[in-house]
């Protein structure tokens, strides 16, 4: 009796455990997901959603054999190893990812390598809630808000209109607009590549028709993007530039972009004969 006591309390000694040796990366997490124009806001989702996904394999998970697995003491110590090399030159992004490496150890100890692989992608879909280095960030940023300020006054200049471009400051006929960070396309480009393998992982297709589907969000998301920054510039010329900065507006255009993005996923999914399973996964 007292050994089932013991076995049924180790995996949450585990557990509490890990939360006390990760407790500042947890911190460093939530911060990013919930600062002020965070790229990650939709971190905290992702762990529900692989819970959610996980929940939905109740009955495959039931049928499929545990097999506690001593590999798992590896994987963990070698996520452990990478905790500690990050931990001592402050490196939170990788002690992240040092953190996944041991949950996924966890899981192969306690419930064996054929349970892990059963679970594998909602395990690994814990990786979209790891914020990138910030120096990523604001580069990756600036090149995108370049971009997108280039070609959306190429567009511009098609319809006729007189626009011209300082970096990625934007001057048309009645008004100058500065294509700051948030319109970049970086932020939706994250949250849409996120809700681009999920939606891959989700329909029934092909493996190559899956890879298309999640490789086509990357241009979609962009070409969303692109539509929001041009709707943006004509607006302001046309009822000036203080219409711009009002933050409903600019809110209502970040919806914008996932709604026109979303339903072009969609769309390229039926085209590519993708179909939402009947049954449960």
Known sequence: MRSKVMLALKPGVIILLTGFIYYPVLIWMWQRWFAADSYYAHGPLIPLVSGVLIWLKRRKLAKT????SRLGIWIIIAGLILHIISALTCVYFTSAYSLFIVIVGIVVYFF???????????LCFLLFMIPAPMAVIESTTLKMKLFTAQVSVSIIQLLGTPVIREGSTVYMSNTSVVVDDPCSGLKSLISLSALGILYTYIVKASYSR?????????PIALLANMIRTI??????????????????????????????????LFLAGRLLGCQFP???T
Do not use: E
């Open 210 to 218: 899956k890879v298309i589907l999640f490789l086509l969000s990357i």
């Open 65 to 68: 054999s545990r097999q506690p």
């Open 278 to 280: 009947q049954n449960d």
């Open 231 to 264: 709707l943006t510039l004509l607006i302001a010329n046309s009822y000036g530039n203080k219409i711009v900065t009002d933050g409903l507006l600019h809110q209502g255009f970040g919806l914008m972009v996932f709604v026109i993005a979303f339903a072009c």
């Open 112 to 122: 064996g390598k054929k349970f892990t692989l059963t679970i594998i992608f909602p």
